[in-house]
């Protein structure tokens, strides 16, 4: 009895079949190399502009360094967790991480419930001119700050200003609003908020526009008020991008620099300097492990306070 013969697979295969194992190797290894070839160029660039200037920094931190060390950047002395020490116990950092804080605390929820109530007139109210006032909307985003400095500058000067000036129409007296420390702070909140909530109306436009009709008819139906449908129907079906707009802008935010940098100087008496602001300040003065660990630090809350919010924000 003997055995039949093998036939020739490759020969056997009809017209469109896949391809051999040893062929298909071949093709996902030139285009892995492709891939890398392709890839390489941004590799290099994030590995030369990016990692190795965070890696560099990180390294300052445990580092006394300073401007003169800038030539022997691996001879100095490794000084552990002292410069950290250095920044907590520095009261003026401290004022800058409050005043920090109190500007994300304030001008947070401002810009995200500007951004959602504009979003929220494109979407229902307004059809025709939709178009014109996003644009409108959007267009401080996109504006030199400096040219929104001067701007915003005239508008609180405190003689002439015209944001006194309508406030006399009243018989009132506007403050100093940019020289007092009472105001400073909240007008760059203001500043801020009216700047930036475009970006955030924007962003719920397109998450309003996504929300399925019906379910707002269905609830209409049922006798449910508009309040209740924004409530109940609106608000979870955007809670994805809530969730990305109140993460970008808390880290935008905390990382705020150039509204008191352009307007104040961090001034009048330190209280409008953030926490950004004072590290630009060390960086400039030679400080170099100071500034590192500053640095690091805002990084550690901006981490933090991401993760409370996907924690708090996540589908339940």
């Known amino acids: ?55 560099q920094s990180m390294f300052m931190s445990f580092t006394d360094m300073r401007i003169s060390d800038i030539r022997s950047p691996f001879a100095v002395n490794f000084v552990g967790l002292d410069n950290y020490l250095t920044a907590f116990e520095d009261p003026v950092f401290r004022r800058a991480a409050a005043n920090t804080g109190m500007f994300v605390l304030v001008g947070v929820p401002l810009t995200i419930t500007a951004g959602l109530a504009a979003a929220l007139a494109l979407d229902r109210g307004v059809t025709r001119l939709r178009g014109v006032f996003r644009m ?13 400095a001067v701007v915003w500058r005239f508008l609180l000067q405190p003689g002439t200003g015209l944001v006194n000036t309508v406030i006399g129409w009243f018989g009132l007296e506007g ?5 007092d420390q009472r105001t ?9 908020v009216w700047r930036n909530f475009g970006t955030s109306m924007v962003i719920f436009l397109a998450g309003l526009q996504a929300v399925d009709r019906g379910l ?20 979870p079906a955007i809670r994805p991008t809530m969730l990305f707009v109140l993460v970008t802008t808390s880290i935008g935010y905390l ?12 001034g009048p008496l330190n209280a409008t300097i953030s926490a950004s602001m004072y590290t630009y300040n060390q960086f400039g003065f030679g400080n170099y492990g100071v500034a590192g660990a500053m640095a690091y630090l805002t990084f550690l809350v901006i981490g933090v306070v991401t993760l409370v919010q996907f924690r708090l924000m996540r589908e339940k």
């Open 1 to 55: 009895m003997t055995a039949a013969p093998l036939r020739d697979t490759a020969a056997s295969q009809p017209d469109g079949a896949i391809s051999p194992p040893r062929r298909r190797g071949r093709r996902g290894a030139g285009e892995a190399r492709a891939g890398i070839l392709l890839s390489l160029p941004f590799v290099l660039l994030f590995a030369v502009f990016i990692a190795w200037p965070v890696l």
């Open 136 to 148: 409108g909307f959007y267009t401080p985003v996109i504006t030199s700050i400096v040219a929104v």
């Open 175 to 179: 403050p100093n609003w940019l020289g």
């Open 184 to 192: 400073a702070l909240l007008s760059l909140v203001v500043m801020a």
């Open 216 to 235: 707002h008819e269905a609830a209409a139906l049922d006798g449910a008020s508009r309040w209740q449908r924004f409530v109940n129907v609106t608000l």
């Open 255 to 266: 990382q705020f620099f150039e509204e008191p940098f352009v307007m104040t100087s961090g």
